[in-house]
């Protein structure tokens, strides 16, 4: 513990050879102990459904952490976001309990959704995470009205759009789309749209489903400010993030980003041969693991050793294991609790 807060002292001091701005070094080591355990929570989950432990479906957000990370540690406490099913990680980094989400896999009613969403639903309203949505493209409008709603009602908080690249293909995405571009006018949407390209939606390439490669580019039909970046390294999203959330913050207009990241793993627990890419691709990708990325920045800055990596691991494997332990050992929701926070 004394070795962490010496290591987060160390991170107010602008260190890097590269030239990194100290904010996006402050608290760099949490965020990096926030990637390391939500990648070990998506390996557990993985093994978790192999045992029949979850039902319904399970996609994991391996390979892509630097982006929620990045995005979420520039979120003031009283923004909100909203993601699709791939969502453990924005719920983790976000800081709900890892137990509370595994016990929600599990279909328990300790869960975070009390048992009743599964892995594509986590919702925590009291962090601001406005869900975890399992149908494509439909959480776009409801973020978009929820940005509209956050600056009618006179505050400056922001609202995050996560979305996927498959996403951008469904009438979901472009209607919001446009009404954020009309309410930008205003100064009425302050929302930031945050592309999580990873190359595919589910067996489908961007190239095979997109007309333009540059998905980014697409925003100017709605004229919404847009640019593109590399996902993979956290200390970069997390500057672009500071930038774009500031500016969403005092213009009250959209903004949107693509970002350029990969999903190590399969579209979903049944997509085990991945038969649309080549192996060789996966792992040229893993090449430029985020976490790798982020490890290898800090102890560049002397602000992470070896026993810091060591400990930072063993306490994410206790956090995990502690969080199976109590998915397990939770209840199932009541029968009593099926007409529960239904709103007809
Ligand atoms: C409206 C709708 N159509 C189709 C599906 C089936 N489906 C589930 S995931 C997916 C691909 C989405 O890809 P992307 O938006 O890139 O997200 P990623 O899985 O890459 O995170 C599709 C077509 C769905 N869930 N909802
Ligand atoms: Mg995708």
Not at 12 to 36: C, F, H, I, N, S
């Amino acid at each position: 513990m004394a070795e962490t807060s010496r290591a987060q002292a160390r991170a107010t001091q602008p260190v890097t050879k590269d030239g990194a701005a100290p904010a996006e070094l402050r608290d760099a080591v949490r965020w990096y102990a926030g990637m390391v355990l939500a990648r070990r929570f998506e390996d557990e989950a993985e093994r978790a459904f192999r045992r029949g432990k979850i039902g319904g479906y399970l996609h994991v957000y391996t390979g892509q952490e630097a982006v929620a990370a990045g995005w979420l540690a520039e979120l003031r406490s009283d923004d909100i976001f909203f993601t699709a099913y791939r969502d453990h990680a924005h719920a983790l980094l976000r800081g709900s309990p890892p137990g509370a989400v595994m016990a929600e896999l599990f279909g328990k009613a300790t869960g975070l959704a009390k048992g009743k969403g599964g892995s594509m639903h986590l919702f925590d309203v009291s962090r601001g995470f406005y869900g975890g949505y399992g149908i494509v493209g439909g959480h776009i409008p409801l973020a978009t009205g929820a940005a509209y709603a956050l600056r009618y009602s006179g505050t400056d908080r922001v609202c995050l759009c996560f979305l996927g690249d498959g996403a951008m293909n469904s009438g979901a995405f472009h209607e919001p789309a446009n009404m954020a571009g009309l309410w930008g006018r205003d100064g009425l949407c302050p929302i930031v749209y945050i592309v999580e390209n990873n190359q595919y939606g589910m067996g489908t390439s961007v190239s095979r489903a997109s007309a333009v490669a540059d998905l980014a580019s697409r925003f100017a039909a709605y004229a919404i400010d847009h640019e593109r970046a590399d996902g993979m390294d956290f200390l970069a999203v997390r500057a672009l993030a500071r930038r774009a959330i500031e500016r969403v913050r005092s213009t009250g207009r959209p903004h949107a980003v693509e970002m350029l990241t990969y999903r190590f793993a399969g579209h979903g627990a049944a997509d085990l041969f991945q038969p649309y890419r080549p192996k060789d691709e996966v792992s040229q990708a893993r090449g430029r693991d985020p976490i790798l990325i982020l490890e290898r920045q800090l102890r560049k800055a002397a602000l992470l050793s070896d026993a810091d990596v060591a400990r930072i691991h063993e306490e994410a494997e206790r956090a995990i294991a502690e969080a199976v332990r109590f998915a397990e050992e939770s209840p199932e929701p009541p029968a009593t609790d099926l007409d529960a926070d239904i709103h007809a």
